[in-house]
């Protein structure tokens, strides 16, 4: 068999696609991703998570998965022994697995369970708190506009003119183990970055690179119709109606910031994998697990049953080792994050031991004009009465105390008519959502890129309506269970005994029977010892 790849994953979380510059965002500043794009990879401008929350989103994209099939669809139900993912799968097959702790996959309430996926795991924390706020006040009082915003500004640096955290620490462990390869394996290495995930905050030189006069103009709720109720509880919780522009800009500014200071830490590995000789043989993924609001319908952050392209559409950037066929640039396919799950395994040429949705990338990377998906879908919510769904619920049964910065978010969720569950499929152009109590949504994305409108209860668009809702239920039918790819037995060898041994007419044929039942034949192969012995007899 060839050398198999290493596989090298940088995973950043909450960034959405419109934080690189490759992708029209005058303000943003990706240099290295940009790069990255142009000569070596391609960047799918249609990638959509299939949940825009983390725990749901990864148990999705690390299996292959859709969150509604196991039941992963909320932030208090991981995987659990039992259940494979990438990370065993590719170790059981060979690979040297890496990975920092901050994966939020595996349950952490059983000992031993996510050690068995790795054969070293980065913990972290060895050094001091990288230095806070330059202004410890920001946050303000609890009835003040930034008590809830996720906003911290600009933070200090320390003696050595850096603010060390610990995603720093984090990428600085993978280096070290990229230049301190395991012989006779190959590598598969995850960092999991805490980046740019709220709170909003960041240090020089990323604070001030941003231009905020370039920043696109922002999507207002004032100016939208039809939106989702948790969309509005949220803005009446986080009570941040005194944001100004000017409030907003500097939010959105830091964020990029932050996605500025995520393309260095990537350049970082990428080098580092040069300098090792690693890069070539590598096959490279840098995706996120969804997307941040950030300060569009005046929102910070994000909500679990809404599907906005700011928050379902993420990065996603594929490297193929040396050798395959690479159409670098942008790709305008249809691809959903599962099919990251798919084209590792396919690079890794292993076999997935479980049944999985995705669909491996090769041929959109080998051509990224190739049509790839004619829908993606995404789900989030939860049903009424599902308590044990609430994100509040991990904290207790009145839920978090409003000091909590999450408590806007978490208090919405607990309200079964905010929280509805929903789904969405997209086609390209059409987005309709899909929730239980019918405040469905339909948005025509070439009239309306900001889904703005929801034209749901529209006549011009009926007849596609119809048709998506068709095929969200194809799509439902089609991965809504899966069945192991092994067999169980129906009966026990004892069942089986009983069951033949009154067909026997003498001892010798009791003894065919019995040990041919307990050499582990199925029953049409005892029954075929039987009719063999007979015939033998008879000659």
Same mark, same amino acid.
């Given at each position: 068999?060839?050398?198999?790849?290493?596989?090298?994953?940088?995973?950043?979380?909450?960034?959405?696609?419109?934080?690189?510059?490759?992708?029209?965002?005058? $303000?943003?500043? +990706?240099?290295?991703? &940009?790069?990255? +794009? $142009?000569?070596?990879?391609?960047?799918?401008?249609?990638?959509?998570?299939?949940?825009?929350?983390?725990?749901?989103?990864?148990?999705?994209? #690390? +299996?292959?998965?859709?969150?509604?099939?196991? %039941?992963?669809?909320?932030?208090?139900?991981?995987?659990?022994?039992?259940?494979?993912?990438?990370?065993?799968?590719?170790?059981?097959?060979?690979?040297?697995? *890496?990975?920092?702790?901050?994966?939020?996959?595996?349950?952490?309430?059983?000992?031993?369970?996510?050690?068995?996926?790795?054969?070293?795991?980065?913990?972290?924390?060895?050094?001091?708190?990288?230095?806070?706020?330059?202004?410890?006040?920001?946050?303000?009082?609890?009835?003040? =506009?930034?008590?809830?915003?996720?906003?911290?500004?600009?933070?200090?640096?320390?003696?050595?003119?850096?603010?060390?955290?610990?995603?720093?620490?984090?990428?600085?462990?993978?280096?070290?183990?990229?230049?301190?390869?395991?012989?006779?394996?190959?590598?598969?290495?995850?960092? %999991?970055?805490?980046?740019?995930?709220?709170?909003?905050?960041?240090?020089?030189?990323?604070?001030?690179?941003?231009?905020?006069?370039?920043?696109?103009?922002?999507?207002?709720?004032?100016?939208?119709? !039809?939106?989702?109720?948790?969309?509005?509880?949220?803005?009446?919780?986080?009570?941040?109606?005194?944001?100004?522009?000017? /409030?907003?800009?500097?939010?959105?500014?830091?964020?990029?910031?932050?996605?500025?200071?995520?393309?260095?830490?990537?350049?970082?590995?990428? &080098?580092?994998?040069?300098?090792?000789?690693?890069?070539?043989?590598?096959?490279?993924?840098?995706?996120?697990?969804?997307? &941040?609001?950030?300060?569009?319908?005046?929102?910070?952050? =994000?909500?679990?049953?809404?599907?906005?392209?700011?928050?379902?559409?993420?990065?996603?950037?594929?490297?193929?080792?040396?050798?395959?066929?690479? /159409?670098? !640039?942008?790709?305008?396919?249809?691809?959903?994050?599962?099919?990251?799950? $798919? +084209?590792?395994?396919?690079?890794?040429?292993?076999?997935?031991?479980?049944?999985? #949705?995705?669909?491996?990338?090769?041929?959109?990377? $080998?051509?990224?004009?190739? =049509?790839?998906?004619?829908?993606?879908?995404?789900? !989030?919510?939860?049903?009424?009465?599902?308590?044990?769904?609430?994100?509040?619920?991990?904290?207790?049964?009145? %839920?978090?105390?409003?000091?909590?910065?999450?408590?806007?978010?978490?208090?919405?969720?607990?309200? &079964?008519?905010?929280?509805?569950?929903?789904?969405?499929?997209?086609?390209?152009?059409?987005?309709?959502?899909?929730?239980?109590?019918?405040?469905?949504? #339909?948005? /025509?994305?070439?009239?309306?890129?900001?889904?703005?409108?929801?034209?749901?209860?529209?006549?011009?668009?009926?007849?596609?309506?119809?048709?998506?809702?068709?095929?969200?239920?194809?799509?439902?039918?089609?991965?809504?269970?899966?069945?192991?790819?092994? #067999?169980?037995?129906?009966?026990?060898?004892?069942?089986? *005994?009983?069951?033949?041994? !009154?067909?026997?007419?003498?001892?010798?044929?009791?003894?065919?029977?019995?040990?041919?039942?307990?050499?582990? =034949?199925?029953?049409?192969?005892?029954?075929?010892?039987?009719?063999?012995?007979?015939?033998?007899?008879?000659?």
């Amino acid at each position: 068999m060839t050398k198999r790849p290493n596989i090298i994953i940088f995973n950043p979380d909450e960034m959405r696609l419109d934080t690189m510059s490759h992708m029209g965002n005058p $303000a943003a500043k +990706t240099p290295f991703l &940009d790069e990255f +794009t $142009a000569s070596d990879a391609v960047s799918f401008r249609n990638a959509y998570c299939q949940n825009p929350v983390c725990v749901p989103s990864r148990c999705s994209f #690390f +299996t292959g998965l859709y969150p509604h099939v196991h %039941g992963h669809r909320t932030m208090a139900h991981l995987l659990r022994p039992g259940e494979s993912s990438m990370f065993n799968e590719l170790k059981n097959a060979g690979y040297y697995v *890496w990975m920092n702790s901050r994966n939020d996959l595996h349950a952490a309430q059983y000992e031993g369970w996510l050690e068995e996926n790795a054969d070293e795991i980065f913990y972290g924390g060895n050094t001091k708190p990288a230095p806070g706020t330059v202004d410890p006040n920001v946050r303000g009082p609890m009835d003040g =506009k930034n008590f809830y915003s996720h906003f911290g500004g600009e933070l200090k640096l320390d003696e050595n003119g850096r603010n060390y955290n610990r995603d720093d620490e984090a990428v600085d462990a993978l280096i070290e183990r990229i230049k301190n390869p395991v012989e006779d394996k190959p590598l598969m290495a995850f960092v %999991g970055l805490m980046y740019p995930h709220t709170p909003y905050q960041v240090e020089e030189p990323y604070f001030s690179a941003i231009d905020r006069t370039k920043l696109p103009r922002r999507v207002r709720p004032e100016d939208c119709t !039809g939106k989702p109720k948790m969309e509005q509880r949220l803005r009446d919780l986080q009570h941040m109606q005194e944001y100004t522009e000017k /409030d907003w800009d500097e939010l959105r500014a830091v964020y990029l910031g932050m996605c500025m200071k995520v393309d260095d830490q990537f350049r970082r590995v990428c &080098d580092a994998l040069k300098e090792a000789g690693m890069y070539d043989d590598s096959a490279i993924f840098f995706l996120s697990d969804h997307g &941040d609001f950030d300060g569009d319908f005046s929102l910070p952050e =994000k909500a679990q049953n809404c599907f906005e392209d700011c928050l379902t559409k993420v990065p996603f950037l594929v490297k193929p080792p040396k050798g395959e066929a690479i /159409d670098p !640039g942008i790709s305008d396919s249809l691809v959903e994050l599962v099919d990251f799950y $798919a +084209t590792v395994m396919d690079y890794a040429d292993v076999k997935p031991d479980h049944t999985q #949705f995705g669909r491996s990338l090769r041929p959109v990377l $080998a051509d990224r004009s190739a =049509k790839f998906r004619d829908y993606v879908f995404s789900e !989030g919510g939860r049903m009424p009465g599902e308590e044990h769904c609430d994100e509040s619920h991990i904290n207790g049964p009145n %839920g978090s105390p409003p000091s909590f910065v999450y408590w806007p978010r978490q208090t919405a969720q607990r309200e &079964d008519d905010t929280h509805l569950k929903g789904t969405m499929i997209f086609d390209g152009r059409y987005k309709f959502i899909m929730r239980q109590d019918d405040s469905d949504e #339909f948005y /025509d994305l070439q009239k309306d890129p900001n889904e703005m409108t929801n034209r749901v209860n529209d006549p011009e668009y009926r007849q596609e309506i119809r048709r998506l809702e068709r095929e969200m239920l194809r799509w439902y039918q089609g991965t809504c269970d899966v069945v192991p790819l092994d #067999f169980d037995a129906r009966f026990n060898n004892e069942m089986l *005994w009983a069951m033949m041994k !009154g067909n026997c007419q003498t001892e010798e044929e009791e003894k065919i029977v019995h040990d041919a039942i307990w050499a582990g =034949k199925k029953m049409p192969m005892v029954m075929e010892a039987l009719r063999q012995f007979r015939e033998n007899k008879k000659n």
